[in-house]
């Protein structure tokens, strides 16, 4: 068989040629590459998911995504995809009171457990 060369692709653009002075440039650079707005309240809730969560659950759970109105979390544990379950109606009055322009409807979560090979 013929070895085929394969180029990586990066549909981003590139970081700044020059190294970054400080590491909130390089933050920056990051994150706008990536298209992350900090200022926006739903990346907020994504942030700060473990003031809305409490820690011990947030060390366990990450959010995936917010889409109309519905946030995904993604837990490693059936126990804790239930916990959140039962608290949803909760954690969303904790979400609302800090961003109350959020319109954030309901929780929904699912399980994905490590895999050991």
Sequence with gaps: MADRKYKKID??????????VSGSVFLDQVLERFDIDLKNPVTQIIVRWK??????IAEHSVCEKYSDGVLYIICDHPSRTSYIRMNSSEIIK??????????????????RTRRTT
């Design 11 to 20: 549909n981003y653009k590139a970081l700044a040629s020059e190294d970054p």
């Design 94 to 111: 904790r979400i609302k009171g800090v961003y109350p322009e959020v319109d954030l409807k309901k929780i929904v979560t699912r399980t």
């Design 51 to 56: 003031d809305f969560a409490g820690s011990a």
